[in-house]
């Protein structure tokens, strides 16, 4: 099992990037799936979740400006952000708890996480 991210960048503020991560493998169900970020010299942080069934949960700062979604038919989540900010310039990674084939329990995943530098 493998998540691949995409879509990072470089955009000026105010600008706009949808990121994109695709879970691969033989994966039996996936729960929720999200998105962290980490800037230099700082703690990954949450950005963003959504569960299966469609709920999203937000870190504070991004509400309003970053939407996440997924197609669950293609065991992708996305984030559409919108606005940025120079201090939305990190790795942003993303994660899935998810069920392996011939697993009975879910386990944490991690992409290899993917740039977004927002120049003022």
């Known amino acids: 099992v493998q998540l691949q991210a995409s879509g990072g960048g470089l955009v000026q503020a105010g600008g706009s990037l949808r990121l994109s991560c695709v879970a691969s493998g033989r994966i039996f169900s996936i729960n929720a799936m999200g998105w962290y970020r980490q800037a230099p010299g700082k703690q990954r942080n949450l950005v963003a979740t959504?569960?299966?069934?469609?709920?999203?949960n937000y870190a504070d700062s991004v509400k309003g400006r970053f939407t996440i979604s997924r197609d669950n038919a293609k065991n992708t989540v996305f984030l559409q952000m919108n606005s940025l900010k120079p201090e939305d310039t990190a790795v942003y990674y993303c994660?899935?708890?998810?069920?392996?084939?011939?697993?009975?329990?879910?386990?944490?995943?991690w992409g290899q996480g993917t740039l977004v530098t927002v120049s003022s």
């Open positions: 994660n899935a708890d998810l069920i392996p084939y011939s697993w009975h329990r879910a386990f944490d995943y």
């Open positions: 959504i569960t299966s069934e469609g709920s999203t």
